[in-house]
């Protein structure tokens, strides 16, 4: 079965910057389209940003648009999520999920990683 394993969150002050990295492993990576999704507490788990498997289509959420930029590298079988101008309303445990096609639908994504904690605050 796929495993997705996500690292490279941790505690950043406003303004500050954070490249969250997901390695998948038990499945063809390069054929998969991945996403990145939070979760904040009470609250429900919003999309983020995807790459299609090739890297070059890329689509983020209106809240990170601009500050947070979605990159894949097949031959290491990871993704990454580079995170600049953090915001205290960044804070969130951050996924990183695997899908046969692009979605922004977190129940379409069929794998998905335990997650990474990023809090801002001064």
């Known amino acids: 079965q796929a495993q997705l394993v996500e690292s490279g969150g941790g505690l950043v002050q406003p303004g500050g910057s954070l490249r969250l990295s997901c390695v998948a492993s038990?499945?063809?990576?390069?054929?998969?389209?991945m996403g990145w999704f939070r979760q904040a507490p009470e609250k429900e788990r919003e999309f983020v940003a995807v790459?299609?498997?090739?890297?070059?289509?890329?689509v983020y959420a209106d809240s990170v648009k601009g500050r947070f930029t979605v990159s894949r590298d097949n031959a290491k079988n990871t993704v990454y999520l580079q995170m600049n101008s953090l915001k205290p309303e960044d804070t969130a445990v951050y996924y990183c999920?695997?899908?046969?096609?692009?979605?922004?639908?977190?129940?379409?994504?069929?794998?998905w990683g335990q997650g990474t904690q990023v809090t801002v605050s001064s």
């Open positions: 790459c299609d498997w090739t890297g070059t289509s890329t």
């Open positions: 999920a695997a899908s046969g096609g692009w979605s922004k639908e977190a129940n379409k994504y069929n794998y």
């Open positions: 038990g499945r063809t990576f390069s054929m998969y389209a």
